[in-house]
């Protein structure tokens, strides 16, 4: 039994590394501010321009998606286009900001000096058929203002390859794998502004 347990935290254990290996953060502009005196951040979320993985516009993804799976059940598409969209807020931004909060040690106030606007500029959602699946992932661009005068970026940084992966595979959903990106993301996010 011992050993069983040794190699399913094995396994976790190597998952999480490859998705903390895979993932690149860097500063493009400016410098971090210092949040060693700060007990909170604000965040906000933006998805205009994002690219999805072969389509350079999520709108014509959306509609190829739709029609597909509206071809197959009637209204089955037009559900999946209204939950690609109402998932930002109630699944993908809470994961983030979950994740952010326990890697930072920063509560999430919109009161609070800075704002982290992160926005997504191109996701791959992946697929998981059971047999074979391929891991979704997001790219994305922070920046970090100062909420009293957001029009002035403090820095930029850039994020590519924040993979997303359910625990056991169980990620048929797509708003499952992109969830996990979201985390992926707040908690790489979190550890580098705050180190």
Known sequence: MQSFKNAVLLIIASVF?????????????????????????NTEFTYQDIKVGKYDKEADY???????????????????AEKWVEDREARFEPKFDDLFTKYSGLAIDKNAKYTIIFHTTFVEPGFNIGVTRKNAFINGEVLIVESSNKSH??????????QGYALWGRDFDTGERLSETYATAGRAIGKFITK
């Open 17 to 41: 590394s490859m998705q903390l290996s895979a993932q690149k953060i860097k500063v493009t502009e400016g410098k971090i501010p210092d949040f060693k005196n700060e007990k909170s951040v």
């Open 62 to 80: 959306i509609e190829a998606k739709k029609e597909e799976y509206n071809k197959k059940e009637a209204g089955r598409g037009d559900s999946w």
């Open 153 to 162: 970026v403090i820095a930029r940084l850039s994020v590519d390859k924040a």
